[in-house]
């Protein structure tokens, strides 16, 4: 599915948040039920359009003529809220089918999260939904929230914020509804403006991705948070999550699902299938998703993103009031990746001007209790400090007394005269510190208490724009794929049983295809054309058993390495046959493969393909041998694979200092192997069908060498 | 030194924390200035001993006597501050010692903290104090502020608490007088009283460790904790955290510079070295010392224990009233290594009786939005939950609103009918939260609302207490050491020059005193000598040139492996001294070192000792092969290293799965492997002079075959 798709897709999705028209199907004026809320919400908040209630058990409800059914309404209506009990809702959205209506949201529970039964009709809403193109969000959610047209057609968000410091900001998405809406509280409360909020529910029809897309193309929308679960269809999500990089919209998740124990919690919770921790860690480094791990850290971000600003890099400058705060500080910034520069010449010169001897101008720069002495002292060192080209960002460490705002207020003007993000820890006993806390919000100043928090969003935040420019400015090429690699594997890969796994004769010659050099090797089923293909290849050579019967070859005695003579070749031959006779007296053998012998020189890498459920074909790379495999130390990323991504892979390797050449080793041939990962994701996606590749070992030697796939195995799904 | 000797040392504070008469050196009246603050605390906070300030410039100061020099007061001085400028204090220092004070609080700064100069004075403190068995407490400090006997004799607690809702509770040490005081501040505020505050220094004379042993042995502290930047004597600090263990109290420290950037900015602070953060984070590990990352998990673990409650295990229940939050708090238990684990039917049941069908009794509980129409609902929930045997300790997390006191006051009440530690994570509206928090801790419940931080200080306090137990429980014995190790490597290690590097066959002798299997060898220096050795030990052997001028024999071409006959003992012998002729000409040359050549069915691990500046020796482990080279993979501990030690050492390893038997290769004899490394513990304990001694590999075969040093090497300091 291409990006058109989605974005065609997204159409569908206005009447969703800009309705003209809205049935509440089972509506009642109770504020405190679910049925009543939007009624009440959509009525009093401003809601410009028409609002229908629909319950034959009333003539009029808040005033509003009361509709016996659907079809008693007498114009369109773009948006149903379905409100009724279980049973009731099929006939409903069957009813909104009949009137046409393209929208419906459906607060109901109890469908595929309580059962098969369940289950089974929420299947036929899906089916009644593709069948006429209608849309729905739910069942069992809350339904959404749109700021814009006051659209209030849910029953968690029931009145407009009082106080929106920062207009058309947040949209947000969440699969959880009561965990969602206690976000949303927090978040409004700092005065963040919501442009939509949306409780997916079971996500019978549309999906969290759908939602994801409709905000990165809503021009309303700034920043994209959601809570997430796990996905249906991994594919739509990284094409909305493109959209969003392209429209400079960052998004902001939080992932639940990362253990065992929490992954059983989130089946139980929502039948929700979290999926591979491991492949959804890859996919938000890919697209630049930035993953919460806690609220915190995500209102630091919102209060320090809403006016535009974010560090260009991960240079830092502290300054505080005491010695034994900064250390600390830089020991927390040192944690979380930041670089605690030194500060320029200039920059310490003009500060040991304003500041006593016993003060440290190095960064962190310790102003000392001076501050409470001089007046202004603080503001002119910040001010010194947050010029000086060499830093990206700057925190301001300091003790608050309750209701003095000089200091609060020098940092203010500190922070409204540079485009560089400027973050305060406020320290203080807790009333002062939440008073000042309290008065730099409403100042939109980022400001809290939490040292971990605050640096850790800094410092995510830095990676997110080093992302975004590394994304911007880098114009890579990849490899050139051989012209005919495609015809060429499919020859070899179409028309195979499922499951069928290739011999690794027949693995190597996909691999060639795609331009990935493979050991020079003949598969001889006499010992004539074995003597003749280890003249060919050149000794000393390796000879292994060629059998669709023996997977593993080492096993079952399967492997000489190092034939050196004819006559090693002719004893070998034997052995192998007997060895395989031996481990299965039925194998079928193709014959014997004479494989030219690398040299020793080169780092054993493994290699691969490996299909995720979710989102399709990945491509990864790890070290070889045991201790990778005791450390399961694997990069991935989901195909296609960039150049830039594939060099991310590399980075993330924990191992990754043994391509640079260790104690005295020659750094190893990284173009090669980059390149090679890059073939992989073109196979990868021109054979989808592909369910598992392995190149193990993948030999890389030193710069300048090349790489080699000394053995490969292909399973297909 | 034995722990007798830092307990007799103790008996040298008693001046500093309980003296019965104070001098102020350059006291005044003026409460803004440190020589005033101590003088108007003491006279009006209760102190009961008598108070003396000393200046010539007053008659009179606060209506006390005001005595023109020290020498002029009547009776004795059992404690002297002196508040006097850097000039003029090692005179004020040396009337003291004139005067036979005992104890002395120096809060001048200007000494080893700002250059050359200062520290040539300091120094003269230092021997001065020396001299005198005087004790000193800074330069450079804010002070003592005890509780107990309303001691001020500091300008940082300038007043008595007035809430006090935990007395005698901690004890702190501080190396950052301003910082220190913030954390005061914060602690105080909670209403947690504090025995002791101490603010070190420059730590001309009493250091850390000696406040930590004061702490530890004072009845009126139940946990110590520590601003702690370096320490200028490790095994005083040992011997201190021995004593905190052995009385049960928790010892919880902030350890500054664990970065380069931090090291530095903490240099430049305080003057302090940080010494190697790996030893600090094993000598924290060895000795059960908590670490504390920050100070919300500080004031949650505080929180935790005050009614001395401690989580027994790390099985964690979750009750949450949404289910996504119960998945995100699931998600944070298994990242922290909390259990969450399965509740018990009978719980279940109990569970399912009181909650609507839609709610979930799998842990974690979800309870649903039912809290809200069924009054009292969470308190039975919560009571049945932590009832459950198979849980060691619980997290409620609930949504509250202001002034709603009703869910508050059910989990106080479930709070104080079990032992087990229950944590409220309380979300909502901040104001709400925060007065809901308030309530809580007056009433002295563990709540809060950063999930991280209440999550990770549970997971520490059950690692605290699980080695608390460990420690009190295990009564292993570690491998039995010929009776001759010591007398047999004195022989081979005493008398030796500075720097000096022990060859192979030496080290290996040195080794094997100690009992530590080495492969089997002779030093031959003739050709006959070779010969005989290599039929002794038995073929095939490997060969090695042994020189004390050629330390890399691979690089010098002076290694064979797997010679089989006597043919390649002669050649063998040839090719080595050809090669050592070649690689450095004048070579002394001590002979050829023919060796058992070790099977190939072992693991390669690396042991050894190595001597730290601040903790003295320290012994390692590690994983050999150059990946593990590449990830650093090494646990250590300071010697003596105990056998429960050594199993921890082992378990810290992130390889220690190759151990296990990866990939159908049996499992390593582990014993052997702690068994050698209690042995070179002991050898460490034994032989300070060893700056370093590396077993690099050391074999380690199948369960049941043991290891074998393969090579080895010793440096003398």
Known sequence: MSNTDLQSDLKSLVPLFKPESIAIIGASSNPAKPSGQPLVALTQCGFKGHVYPVNPNYRTLLGLHCYPSLTDIPGPVDLCIIAVPARMTLTALEECAAKGVRGVIIFTSGFAEVGNEGAIIQQQMTALARKTGMRICGPNCMGIFSAQNALMANFAVTELPDKVLVPDYLGFISQSGGFGVAIYEMIKEKGYGFSHFVSTGNEANLEFSHYLGYMAADNKTRVIGGYLEGLKDGQKFLQAADMALANNKPVMLMKAGRYPASAKAAASHTGALVGSEKVYSAVFKQKGIIRIDNLEEFLNMLSIMHSGKIPCGKRIAILATSGGSGVMLADKCAHYGLDVVPLQEETRLALAALLPDFASTANPVD??????????????????????????????????????????????????????????????????????????????????????????????????????????????????????????????????????????????????????????????????????????????????????????????????????????????????????????????????????????????????????????????????????????????????????????????????????????????????????IQRLSRLAVDFPQIAELDINPLIVFPKGEGACAADALIAME
Chains 1, 2 share one sequence.
Not at 388 to 405: C, K, S
Not at 467 to 484: A, C, D, H, W
Not at 565 to 578: A, S, Y
């Open 367 to 676: 102003i000392t209790s001076a501050i409470i002495t001089q007046p202004g002292l603080l503001e002119q060192c910040a001010q010194i400090v947050i010029k000086d080209p060499g830093v990206d960002m700057m925190i301001v460490a300091y003790w608050t007394e309750f209701g003095n705002r000089s200091i609060l207020n020098q940092m203010i003007r500190v922070e409204q005269s540079t485009n560089k993000p400027v973050f305060n820890l406020i320290w203080g006993p807790e009333k002062a510190a939440q008073e000042a806390m309290h008065y730099m919000n409403n100042n939109l100043i980022p400001a809290g208490r939490e040292v971990d928090f605050i640096i850790k969003s800094m410092a995510t935040l830095a990676e997110y724009h080093i992302f975004v420019q590394s994304r911007k400015e880098t114009t890579m090429l990849g490899p050139e794929i051989p012209i005919n690699a495609r015809e060429k594997a499919a020859v070899l890969l179409n028309n195979l049983g499922p499951g069928t796994r290739l011999s690794e004769h027949t693995a190597k010659q996909v691999l060639r295809a795609y331009g990935i050099p493979t050991t020079r090797e003949q598969l001889a089923t006499t010992m004539e054309e074995a003597l003749a293909a280890a003249e060919t290849i050149g000794y000393p050579v390796v000879m292994k058993i060629e059998s669709p019967d023996i997977l593993h070859k080492t096993d079952a005695g399967g492997v000489l390495l190092n034939i050196r003579t004819p006559e090693e070749v002719t004893t070998g031959l034997h052995q192998l046959l007997n060895n395989a006779r031996v481990y299965k007296a039925d194998a079928d053998i193709k014959g014997v493969l004479v494989q030219q012998m690398l040299p020793d020189n080169g780092i054993e890498m493994i290699v691969g393909i490996s299909k995720d459920s979710t989102f399709g074909s990945t491509v990864l790379v790890g070290l070889g041998g045991i201790f990778v495999e005791a450390l399961e130390d694997v990069a991935l990323r989901v195909a296609p694979v960039s150049p830039l991504d594939a060099q991310e892979m590399l980075s993330e390797l924990k191992g990754q200092r043994v391509l640079d050449g260790l104690r005295g080793r020659l750094p190893a041939d990284k173009q090669a192997l980059l390149d090679i």
